[in-house]
């Protein structure tokens, strides 16, 4: 399956953990996008990553949360000194080098993070 | 004010029936648009990408009307597959924006 990969699909933390989710983007990917949907909500944009930058991270909370896109590897979203509203569902999507965001996301299963 | 405005639902609709979704996007900036369905608790997958020429892919047709800020989907011959959230979405150079969805039911 060449499809956008994420773990853990499910992420248990207790408050004050650190809670950290990984992407894979589809192959030839390399563009990366990390969404949040609460419960009965819809999905809310959080960070734009390329390899190696950050394009837009209007999305992200000022503290606690952080994204990067190494050289090598998957996308990591951390959050630090998780609490209860962080619990929610954590999409990522990716999209091919040439047209940025305009082109069609293709979204990962999500990690679904619960906060005890 | 949402960014993209969607009405909620439920719809329900018996199988057979067309059923009609309508959207609007305040951002006059958005260069792309999309219909994504959600089914409960799984990935968004894309359903379309709109045009400003409307465009059909089989049971759906979508339109885009750029000087009312308005999208919308069309559904014929609905099947009980079809029965999931249905986003609108629209693009800029830097990100998506995602509607909160419209529940669709087909029944029986």
């Known amino acids: 399956n060449a499809g956008v990969m994420q773990n853990p699909r499910h992420l248990v933390r207790r408050r004050g953990q650190e809670a950290r989710l990984r992407c894979s983007p589809m192959?030839?990917?390399?563009?990366v996008y990390w969404y949040r949907q609460l419960p009965e909500e819809g999905l809310k944009f959080m960070v734009y990553?390329?390899?190696?930058?950050?394009?837009?991270e209007s999305g992200m909370p000022k503290e606690r949360f952080s994204a990067e896109f190494p050289k090598e590897g998957p996308s990591i979203l951390r959050i630090q000194q998780v609490v209860r509203g962080d619990s929610a569902a954590y999409f990522c999507?990716?999209?091919?080098?040439?047209?940025?965001?305009?082109?069609?996301?293709?979204f990962g299963d999500g990690t679904r993070l619960s906060i005890l | 004010r949402k960014e993209v405005e969607q009405d909620p639902g439920p719809f329900n609709v018996p199988e057979g029936a067309t059923v009609a979704f309508n959207c609007t996007y305040s951002?006059?900036?958005?260069?792309?648009f999309f219909w994504y369905r959600q089914d409960c608790r799984k990935e968004p997958k894309l359903l379309m990408s709109?045009?400003?020429s409307g465009n059909e892919d089989g049971r759906f047709t979508a339109q885009l009307n750029r000087a009312s800020q308005y999208i919308s989907l069309l559904i014929r011959d609905s099947k009980l597959s079809d029965s999931a959230t249905y986003l609108c979405?629209?693009?800029?150079?830097?990100?998506?924006?995602f509607g909160t969805g419209t529940r669709l039911q087909v029944t029986l």
């Open positions: 951002n006059s900036a958005s260069q792309s």
């Open positions: 990553l390329q390899k190696e930058n950050i394009i837009d």
């Open positions: 999507a990716s999209s091919p080098p040439t047209g940025g965001p305009n082109q069609p996301q293709h």
């Open positions: 192959k030839g990917h390399s563009h």
């Open positions: 709109v045009y400003s």
């Open positions: 979405v629209t693009g800029t150079a830097s990100k998506l924006t």
